[in-house]
């Protein structure tokens, strides 16, 4: 499945990728971003980006080994295709200089400075936020097939990408595989994808890291059936009802998700607001 659309509804339809004829959009890893673009194929002959800016104040040009960004007034940036959906993912949004803050300069291209994370999605099934954070030094591909070594063949086949592991997405559930072992899995849910996300940026982590991490944890996790006395209590002290909602907030003092959402919320214009859903 093509995630690569040219009819995308608005109000995606101002974020525009002009592609010309001499590139193989079919020979490009797929983003998550894609999603929320439109491409339009241009002939390189007639095509004058200081008339496109007339129509459209920021956009994106591909070439045949990289990319570029064209902002009205500035000068063109040239990327690196493996820093496609980290770019795509703030370019729209005014956040130029968290575009440069992510990558790195390589050879006058900017890059991503960690290996790109190839996630695995079954089609049906797509449960991945192209506006998490988590997710933006990310590719992915749809699949059909629970042959998890065949998809370690397929990541092994792309250097650019992180080779300790790979992503499968099925619904709400996610599942971290260790490239060289199949069998070792780690699973998580949509829940921890952003905080799990943000591990994965660590050179250090692998599966096997996160298995003894989530077996860490669980020692110190309250076991019910060791306290049959225990009682749930609210900020006021009322004891909590069985069958009664209620709200748990725990404190994270080393990342705050909401509190980095509200951030990226403020940032999405208010046209756009209804498909971010705060």
């Known amino acids: 499945m093509s995630c690569f659309s040219t009819n995308i509804p608005t109000p995606f339809s101002n974020r525009v990728v002009f592609v010309p004829d001499y590139v193989n ?22 095509f004058d980006a200081q008339v496109e800016h007339k129509t459209y104040p920021r956009f994106l040009l591909l070439e045949k080994d990289y990319f570029v960004t064209h902002v009205d007034g500035d000068a063109p940036v040239k990327c690196n295709y493996e820093a496609r959906n980290m770019v795509m993912s703030n370019f729209w949004l005014g956040r130029i200089q968290r575009v440069t803050s992510d990558l790195k300069q390589v050879n006058g291209l900017w890059v991503s400075w960690r290996p790109l994370v190839h996630f695995f999605v079954y089609e049906g099934a797509d449960s991945l936020q192209s506006e998490c954070t988590a997710l933006h030094n990310t590719v992915f591909e749809y699949v059909n097939t629970d042959d998890f070594g ?39 849910s949509r ?88």
């Open 150 to 188: 065949a998809l370690a063949e397929i990541v092994k086949r792309k250097p650019h990408c992180e080779q300790k592991y790979f992503g499968v997405n099925n619904g709400q559930t996610y599942t971290l595989v260790n490239t060289d072992n199949v069998e070792q899995k780690y699973e998580f």
């Open 25 to 46: 959009m079919d020979a490009l890893d797929k983003c998550l971003q894609d999603n929320r673009v439109t491409f339009i194929p241009i002939n390189t002959a007639t």
């Open 191 to 278: 829940l921890n994808l952003r905080t799990l996300g943000f591990k994965l940026w660590k050179e250090e982590t692998t599966v096997q890291s996160l298995i003894d991490e989530e077996a860490q944890l669980a020692v110190f996790r309250p076991n019910p059936s060791r306290r049959p006395g225990f009682k749930l209590h609210d900020a006021d002290g009322r004891v909590i009802v069985d069958g009664e909602p209620f709200m748990l907030h725990i404190a994270n003092y080393e990342y705050d998700p909401e509190s980095e959402m509200d951030d990226e919320y403020d940032d999405i214009p208010e046209d756009e607001r209804q498909f971010y859903g705060k």
